[in-house]
């Protein structure tokens, strides 16, 4: 794991490489250890784990909505295991952290709205931690945008 906006870089919440600023966002480990344990979960497929590491009112959706698609944790969670029981899939790519954001990059197969289901596509998930929880989760289809929202952490939800 690492931090892309110190270059720490850190093992389930152990900092093995600090970097050398004062004022180091890895401080406070805590949004560390829950990167590691998104991107096991995702890497898991393990929706009852992801779920636990979500606030009760999280919110998923598209960047363009102005109300997210899903409300709550147990709207999220069906809407994975929905993709999940159509046979989509998805690798962990990388798993970074941008100030209070965790962006995943996946490789996702199976997808019914990719160009072919069975070619794998990549896409950008960038979740907000508010308290130590994932409140809000936005799906991209770049890079840039996923950081550029992660960067700007503006929500209008």
């Known amino acids: 794991m690492r931090c892309e906006h110190c270059e720490c870089q850190g093992n389930h919440g152990d900092r093995t490489v600090p970097c050398d600023r004062n004022d180091c966002c890895c401080a406070d480990l805590s949004i560390c250890e829950l990167a590691v344990a998104v991107r ?50 998805a690798e962990v790519v990388d798993t ?5 954001h965790l962006v995943v990059a996946l490789n996702v197969t199976g997808n019914p709205r990719a160009e072919s289901a069975s070619t794998p596509s990549m896409r950008w998930q960038v979740m907000s931690v508010q308290d130590g929880a994932i409140a809000e989760i936005r799906g991209y289809e770049s890079r840039r945008e996923a950081d550029e929202f992660a960067t700007t952490g503006t929500s209008t939800w």
């Open 96 to 100: 970074y952290v941008m100030g209070r």
């Open 40 to 89: 096991d979960a995702m890497q898991r497929g393990d929706l009852a784990q992801l779920a636990s590491l979500m606030a009760p009112n999280v919110r998923w959706g598209a960047p363009e909505q102005s109300v997210p698609t899903c409300q709550n944790k147990g709207q999220v969670q069906r809407w994975y295991e929905a993709a999940q029981s159509a046979g989509a899939s």
